[in-house]
T-cell receptor, first 113, second 116 residues
Framework: AQSVTQLDSHVSVSEGTPVLLRCNYS??????LFWYVQHPNKGLQLLLK??????LVKGINGFEAEFKKSETSFHLTKPSAHMSDAAEYFC???????????FGSGTRLQVQP | DAGVIQSPRHEVTEMGQEVTLRCKPI?????LFWYRQTMMRGLELLIY????????DSGMPEDRFSAKMPNASFSTLKIQPSEPRDSAVYFC??????????????FGPGTRLTVL
């Protein structure tokens, strides 16, 4: 069975400082991993995805994530936070043969001026 | 492309009433998914379709929920009768391929349902 754990429910950073949102996954197979962002009262937007190619994945808006199989992690990072990054971020796992996505519980990112 | 379109964006109804949520997937996408988001349970998959055929409805909470996809460009999620515990945001998503695990799912803006 697949599962995903987002280690922090809330993260607060100052504008211009680095962002780190942590995600650990559990999967019986080689999973696909995604990060989605949800701005208030909006739908979910794909930030980036890992599908067994390069382990360092670059996404939109300066975000990137590194797949580390040995640590079963897929942490999301950004070098410099912007006010517009304030949102909820979801780490998502999907296994081969399964169309359903399994979502983490979400991490709410606050960006202080 | 207009993206995934959902209607209505907000729905307020009274317990016992029938509620119908609508979704138009991205043109050319073969798979369609319905999700529910609540504070208590997060995001859960309710049902998904591939080529208009329901593939897995194991996430549908109970018989009060039903979903249809009469053609490639339209799907409905119906709740009859509705109950206060059905209050949530319902998302529709679509993906291009056959719903493989590597596919990107594109989400609509959601329908916020409140059952009084």
């Amino acid at each position: 069975a697949q599962s995903v754990t987002q280690l922090d429910s809330h993260v607060s950073v100052s504008e211009g400082t680095p962002v780190l949102l942590r995600c650990n996954y559990s999967s019986s197979y080689s999973p696909s991993l995604f990060w989605y962002v949800q701005h208030p009262n909006k739908g979910l937007q794909l930030l980036l995805k890992y599908t067994s190619a390069a382990t360092l994945v670059k996404g939109i808006n300066g975000f990137e994530a590194e797949f580390k199989k040995s640590e079963t992690s897929f942490h999301l990072t950004k070098p410099s936070a912007h006010m517009s990054d304030a949102a909820e971020y979801f780490c998502v796992v999907s296994e081969p043969g399964r169309r359903a996505l399994t979502f983490g519980s979400g991490t709410r990112l606050q960006v202080q001026p | 492309d207009a993206g995934v379109i959902q209607s209505p964006r907000h729905e307020v109804t009274e317990m016992g009433q029938e509620v119908t949520l609508r979704c138009k997937p991205i043109s050319g996408h073969n798979s369609l998914f319905w999700y529910r988001q609540t504070m208590m349970r997060g995001l859960e998959l309710l049902i998904y379709f591939n080529n208009n055929v329901p593939i897995d409805d194991s996430g549908m909470p109970e018989d009060r929920f039903s979903a249809k996809m009469p053609n490639a460009s339209f799907s409905t999620l119906k709740i009859q009768p509705s109950e206060p515990r059905d209050s949530a945001v319902y998302f529709c998503a679509s993906s291009l391929e056959g719903g493989a695990s590597t596919d990107t799912q594109y989400f609509g803006p959601g329908t916020r349902l409140t059952v009084l």
